[in-house]
């Protein structure tokens, strides 16, 4: 995470502006992808990364630890406060929300259609989906 996506190195030395960093909403993904594979791979778990009372050792998710959380909360900010516009800003627009809804209400879409089951592998088209009639 640090060295793709923050502007300062492992050291505290300002990167150079000229590399290109990836995204915030990148970084989330990198961080989604650790904790899967040490969750789900390598059976640790989704339980905070902690050091064990009884046995010293390391223990739970080193991607669900407090501090690569609070990495994450400072990448964020800082990633704001540099101008990156955030995820939810950029989600979903008032222009979106109009092109989803006259989409959905196109009059094809109205009309109830006879049910035929398909192979989970059979190509797929825009315009077959449960419509706004499905419950």
């Known amino acids: 995470l640090i060295h793709s996506c923050d502007e300062i190195n492992l050291d505290g030395t300002p990167k150079d502006p000229s590399v290109e960093r990836a995204s915030y909403t990148h970084a989330q993904k990198m961080r989604a992808a650790a904790t899967f594979g040490f969750g789900r791979m390598h059976n640790l778990g989704m339980l905070a990364w902690h050091r064990s ?3 010293g050792s390391m223990l739970g998710n080193p991607s669900v ?7 994450m ?3 964020r900010r ?13 989600a979903v627009t008032a ?13 094809e879409f109205h009309k109830r259609c006879q ?4 192979a989970r592998n059979a190509p797929k088209k825009l315009t077959d ?3 706004s009639q499905a419950r």
């Not at 630890?65 to 990495?71: A, F, H, K, P």
């Not at 704001?80 to 995820?87: L, P, S, V, Y």
């Not at 049910?115 to 398909?118: I, N």
């Open 73 to 75: 909360l400072s990448l």
């Open 78 to 90: 800082r990633k704001i406060q540099k101008g990156e516009t955030t995820t939810s800003a950029r």
């Open 53 to 55: 009372e009884i046995t």
């Open 95 to 107: 222009e979106l929300l109009e092109q989803l809804f006259d989409f959905n209400n196109q009059p």
């Open 65 to 71: 630890s407090e501090t690569l959380s609070s990495y």
């Open 115 to 118: 049910y035929e089951p398909t």
């Open 129 to 131: 989906w449960a419509g």
